[in-house]
Protein backbone atom coordinates (compact mmCIF):
# COMPACT_ATOMS: atom_id res chain seq x y z
CA UNK A 1 0.00 0.00 0.00
CA UNK A 2 1.33 3.37 -0.85
CA UNK A 3 -0.35 6.80 0.35
CA UNK A 4 -2.73 7.02 -2.23
CA UNK A 5 -4.21 3.61 -1.93
CA UNK A 6 -4.51 4.49 2.42
CA UNK A 7 -5.78 7.61 1.39
CA UNK A 8 -8.68 6.11 -0.65
CA UNK A 9 -9.60 3.16 1.26
CA UNK A 10 -10.78 5.82 4.32
CA UNK A 11 -12.45 8.53 1.88
CA UNK A 12 -14.25 4.94 0.80
CA UNK A 13 -14.90 3.82 4.57
CA UNK A 14 -16.09 7.61 5.61
CA UNK A 15 -18.96 6.94 2.73
CA UNK A 16 -19.77 2.86 3.68
CA UNK A 17 -23.57 2.24 5.10
CA UNK A 18 -24.76 6.40 3.60
CA UNK A 19 -27.90 5.92 1.93
CA UNK A 20 -27.72 7.13 -1.32
CA UNK A 21 -30.29 7.94 -3.91
CA UNK A 22 -29.66 8.52 -7.85
CA UNK A 23 -32.15 10.23 -10.01
CA UNK A 24 -31.29 10.60 -13.85
CA UNK A 25 -32.81 12.71 -16.64
CA UNK A 26 -32.73 13.64 -19.96
CA UNK A 27 -32.58 16.91 -19.44
CA UNK A 28 -31.43 19.89 -17.20
CA UNK A 29 -35.12 20.78 -17.04
CA UNK A 30 -36.04 17.56 -15.26
CA UNK A 31 -33.14 17.58 -12.95
CA UNK A 32 -33.91 21.34 -12.04
CA UNK A 33 -37.87 20.27 -11.08
CA UNK A 34 -36.12 17.37 -9.20
CA UNK A 35 -34.27 19.85 -7.12
CA UNK A 36 -37.34 22.45 -6.71
CA UNK A 37 -39.20 19.20 -5.21
CA UNK A 38 -36.71 18.45 -2.47
CA UNK A 39 -36.79 22.21 -2.05
CA UNK A 40 -40.19 21.99 -1.06
CA UNK A 41 -39.97 19.40 1.76
CA UNK A 42 -40.27 20.57 5.05
CA UNK A 43 -36.78 20.46 6.77
CA UNK A 44 -37.87 18.66 9.91
CA UNK A 45 -38.90 15.82 7.32
CA UNK A 46 -35.74 15.70 5.59
CA UNK A 47 -32.62 13.57 6.91
CA UNK A 48 -30.39 15.19 9.04
CA UNK A 49 -27.29 14.78 6.49
CA UNK A 50 -29.00 14.76 3.38
CA UNK A 51 -26.62 15.85 0.12
CA UNK A 52 -27.96 16.34 -2.79
CA UNK A 53 -25.66 16.76 -5.88
CA UNK A 54 -26.18 17.32 -9.58
CA UNK A 55 -23.92 15.83 -11.61
CA UNK A 56 -23.28 16.37 -15.48
CA UNK A 57 -21.13 16.22 -18.37
CA UNK A 58 -17.82 18.25 -19.24
CA UNK A 59 -20.02 19.47 -21.84
CA UNK A 60 -22.07 20.94 -19.37
CA UNK A 61 -20.00 21.91 -16.45
CA UNK A 62 -16.81 23.20 -18.00
CA UNK A 63 -16.42 26.95 -17.37
CA UNK A 64 -12.84 27.29 -18.58
CA UNK A 65 -13.51 29.78 -21.73
CA UNK A 66 -10.05 28.66 -23.30
CA UNK A 67 -10.65 24.59 -23.38
CA UNK A 68 -14.14 24.86 -24.71
CA UNK A 69 -13.06 27.84 -26.87
CA UNK A 70 -10.69 25.29 -28.17
CA UNK A 71 -13.43 22.41 -28.58
CA UNK A 72 -15.14 22.55 -31.46
CA UNK A 73 -15.11 19.17 -32.56
CA UNK A 74 -17.97 18.04 -29.50
CA UNK A 75 -18.65 16.72 -26.43
CA UNK A 76 -14.83 13.65 -26.96
CA UNK A 77 -12.46 16.83 -28.34
CA UNK A 78 -13.98 18.51 -25.10
CA UNK A 79 -13.32 15.60 -22.73
CA UNK A 80 -9.92 15.00 -24.03
CA UNK A 81 -8.78 18.98 -24.30
CA UNK A 82 -10.35 19.16 -20.12
CA UNK A 83 -8.15 16.35 -19.08
CA UNK A 84 -5.04 17.52 -20.70
CA UNK A 85 -5.17 21.05 -19.57
CA UNK A 86 -5.73 19.71 -15.64
CA UNK A 87 -2.58 17.76 -15.99
CA UNK A 88 -0.42 21.67 -17.11
CA UNK A 89 -0.07 24.38 -15.37
CA UNK A 90 -2.03 27.96 -16.09
CA UNK A 91 1.02 29.11 -17.53
CA UNK A 92 1.35 26.47 -20.40
CA UNK A 93 -1.94 26.66 -21.14
CA UNK A 94 -3.76 24.58 -18.77
CA UNK A 95 -6.68 24.77 -16.50
CA UNK A 96 -6.26 25.56 -12.07
CA UNK A 97 -9.76 25.07 -11.68
CA UNK A 98 -9.29 21.35 -10.81
CA UNK A 99 -7.17 22.52 -7.80
CA UNK A 100 -9.95 24.43 -6.61
CA UNK A 101 -12.70 21.40 -6.78
CA UNK A 102 -12.60 20.89 -3.37
CA UNK A 103 -13.89 24.27 -2.58
CA UNK A 104 -16.86 23.38 -4.97
CA UNK A 105 -17.28 20.37 -3.66
CA UNK A 106 -17.71 21.72 -0.24
CA UNK A 107 -20.63 24.23 -2.01
CA UNK A 108 -22.41 21.41 -3.82
CA UNK A 109 -22.56 19.49 -0.26
CA UNK A 110 -24.18 22.27 1.17
CA UNK A 111 -25.88 24.13 -1.12
CA UNK A 112 -29.11 22.51 -3.56
CA UNK A 113 -27.47 23.59 -6.94
CA UNK A 114 -28.58 22.34 -10.62
CA UNK A 115 -26.09 22.93 -13.50
CA UNK A 116 -26.61 26.44 -13.99
CA UNK A 117 -25.70 27.70 -10.53
CA UNK A 118 -22.98 25.11 -10.63
CA UNK A 119 -21.35 26.74 -13.18
CA UNK A 120 -22.10 30.25 -12.17
CA UNK A 121 -20.60 29.62 -8.61
CA UNK A 122 -17.46 28.04 -10.65
CA UNK A 123 -17.18 31.43 -12.11
CA UNK A 124 -16.88 33.88 -9.14
CA UNK A 125 -13.07 34.74 -8.00
CA UNK A 126 -13.85 33.52 -4.55
CA UNK A 127 -15.53 30.46 -3.67
CA UNK A 128 -15.39 29.07 -7.19
CA UNK A 129 -13.75 26.31 -8.52
CA UNK A 130 -14.53 23.72 -11.07
CA UNK A 131 -18.07 22.18 -11.37
CA UNK A 132 -17.62 19.49 -13.01
CA UNK A 133 -14.42 17.68 -10.67
CA UNK A 134 -16.07 19.72 -7.66
CA UNK A 135 -19.73 17.50 -8.58
CA UNK A 136 -17.62 14.37 -8.78
CA UNK A 137 -15.81 14.87 -5.73
CA UNK A 138 -18.54 15.66 -3.51
CA UNK A 139 -20.37 12.89 -5.19
CA UNK A 140 -18.34 10.03 -3.70
Known sequence: FDLEDDKFAAEEAAYEGKLQV???SRTHT???QVLHE???IRK???PEQLA???LGARTNLC???SVRARAKSGAMHLNDLCKKATE???EVGGCALKK?????ADACLTQLMDMEAMARRGRVAVGGGCPYYGSRQAAR
Not at 100 to 104: E, G, K, V
Open 44 to 46: DSM
Open 100 to 104: TAQIM
Open 38 to 40: IER
Open 63 to 65: IND
Open 30 to 32: QLT
Open 52 to 54: VVT
Open 22 to 24: LFC
Open 88 to 90: KSK
